[in-house]
């Protein structure tokens, strides 16, 4: 466990904004940001999100579809790197060239928010808090929650990335391989492969109505609970079984 903890930590990237400042009037009014989800690593899937940023509370509003069925799909806010996706024909270090989550840390950089779906587990240290996320390949996720001021000016300032992670590489219907996970050697790959990416921009029109109140969620077609079979998943998984299915070992 604290190897694991260790791993997530050097993946939770410092967010902060060079010297001391005070919020900055975008974060501390209303800014409203989109995005459309690029597929990666072929993952057959797409989506949309919108958010809004008054003061240090972010609501967000994400559509996903055409991911893994019935299988966890850990989702982030990211910062840092160049606060972008990555070439999708990038040449990553996974099996057959496939982009593992840290091959594209220069260009998204570290986990600042992790989109859970209930509870104050929103931070870094929950990114892979998997009974937490959505755990369908096509989902409706919505959530209020607060952020540090910095973190807040940041997304306001277009610097935030979402990432959804979890691919089927080679079409089996569950996540498995002979490839370990770059976050977890106890997982395959196809666990924490990043699947879909989007940067965060300012709105060019007003995002959709909504929010629910800071800490809770709205899933709408999301199973919860144990979602992978097959060990831990960084952090606080022991309690549910995880539907991850590795190769069987002769």
Same mark, same amino acid.
């Given at each position: 466990?604290?190897?694991?903890?260790?791993?997530?930590?050097?993946?939770?990237?410092?967010?902060?904004?060079?010297?001391?400042?005070?919020?900055?009037?975008?974060?501390?009014?209303?800014?409203?940001?989109?995005?459309?989800?690029?597929?990666?690593?072929? !993952?057959?899937?797409?989506?949309?999100?919108?958010?809004?940023?008054?003061?240090?509370?972010?609501?967000?509003?994400?559509?996903?579809?055409?991911?893994?069925?019935?299988?966890?799909?850990?989702?982030? $806010?990211?910062?840092?790197?160049?606060?972008?996706?990555?070439?999708?024909?990038?040449?990553?270090?996974?099996? @057959?060239?496939?982009?593992?989550?840290? @091959?594209?840390?220069?260009?998204?950089?570290?986990?600042?928010?992790?989109?859970?779906?209930?509870?104050? *587990?929103?931070?870094?240290?929950?990114?892979?808090?998997?009974?937490?996320?959505?755990? *369908?390949?096509?989902?409706?996720?919505?959530?209020?929650?607060?952020?540090?001021?910095?973190?807040?000016?940041? $997304?306001?300032? &277009?610097?935030?990335?979402?990432?959804?992670?979890?691919? =089927?590489?080679?079409?089996?219907?569950?996540?498995?391989? =002979?490839?370990?996970?770059?976050? @977890?050697? !106890?997982?395959?790959?196809?666990?924490? =492969?990043?699947?879909?990416?989007?940067?965060?921009?300012?709105?060019?029109?007003?995002?959709?109505?909504?929010?629910?109140?800071?800490?809770? &969620?709205?899933?709408?077609?999301?199973?919860?609970?144990?979602?992978?079979?097959?060990?831990?998943?960084?952090?606080?998984?022991?309690?549910?079984?995880?539907?991850?299915?590795?190769?069987?070992? =002769?």
């Amino acid at each position: 466990m604290k190897k694991l903890t260790t791993t997530l930590a050097a993946l939770a990237v410092p967010v902060l904004l060079a010297g001391p400042m005070a919020l900055s009037s975008s974060a501390a009014d209303h800014t409203e940001l989109m995005s459309t989800l690029g597929e990666l690593n072929d !993952s057959g899937g797409s989506g949309t999100v919108w958010a809004k940023v008054t003061g240090n509370e972010v609501w967000l509003s994400m559509e996903v579809s055409g991911l893994l069925d019935g299988a966890p799909h850990a989702q982030h $806010i990211h910062i840092g790197g160049t606060n972008s996706c990555p070439d999708p024909m990038m040449e990553g270090t996974g099996a @057959d060239g496939a982009i593992r989550t840290t @091959d594209a840390v220069g260009s998204y950089g570290g986990v600042a928010v992790s989109l859970t779906t209930k509870g104050g *587990m929103t931070g870094p240290d929950h990114a892979l808090d998997v009974a937490n996320f959505p755990a *369908m390949g096509t989902y409706t996720y919505e959530r209020t929650f607060e952020v540090s001021d910095e973190v807040a000016a940041q $997304i306001a300032a &277009g610097d935030g990335v979402v990432v959804v992670h979890g691919t =089927d590489h080679n079409g089996s219907g569950a996540y498995d391989g =002979d490839q370990e996970s770059d976050l @977890d050697p !106890s997982l395959p790959s196809e666990a924490t =492969d990043p699947a879909l990416c989007g940067a965060l921009d300012v709105a060019p029109m007003e995002a959709p109505s909504g929010g629910v109140q800071t800490g809770g &969620g709205s899933t709408q077609g999301m199973e919860q609970g144990g979602l992978i079979a097959g060990g831990a998943l960084l952090a606080a998984v022991g309690a549910g079984s995880l539907l991850v299915r590795r190769r069987a070992q =002769d």
